[in-house]
């Protein structure tokens, strides 16, 4: 039911500036917390960002360092991730997550989408 399209990704240079859009489309949007999720070749999945349902509360993954922003646009249906001062560590495929419950950075459930891929490299 619920149907998620991630964009944005692309290839950038260290230091430089990104921003990811999340669209849900299928149920309503107000109905679910939204959430960023990254892997990266040969690591696990890692919690990069969640918002509450009406964007009050937002959450970050710990090694972030204050460079990432999520936010959303219900009047859009859509979440965004403004990634600043790219690092090649950040380099990974960009997962969007929605749940009616508030979404769980260990074991995350809901919907996802379908990546979107952000390389940062010289």
């Known amino acids: 039911q619920v149907q998620l399209v991630e964009s944005g990704g692309g290839l950038v240079q260290p230091g430089s500036s990104l921003t990811l859009s999340c669209v849900l489309s299928g149920a309503t949007f107000t109905s679910y917390s939204m959430g960023w999720f990254r892997q990266a070749p040969g690591r696990a999945r890692e919690f990069v960002a969640a918002i509450s349902w009406g964007g009050g509360n937002t959450w970050y993954g710990d090694l972030l360092k204050g460079r990432f922003t999520i936010s959303r646009d219900n009047a859009k249906n859509t979440a965004t991730l403004v990634m600043n001062n790219l690092k090649e560590e950040d380099t990974a495929v960009y997962y969007c997550?929605?749940?009616?419950?508030?979404?769980?950075?260990?074991?995350?459930?809901?919907?996802w989408g379908q990546g979107t891929q952000v390389t940062v490299a010289s």
């Open positions: 997550n929605a749940d009616r419950q508030m979404v769980k950075a260990g074991q995350p459930g809901g919907s």
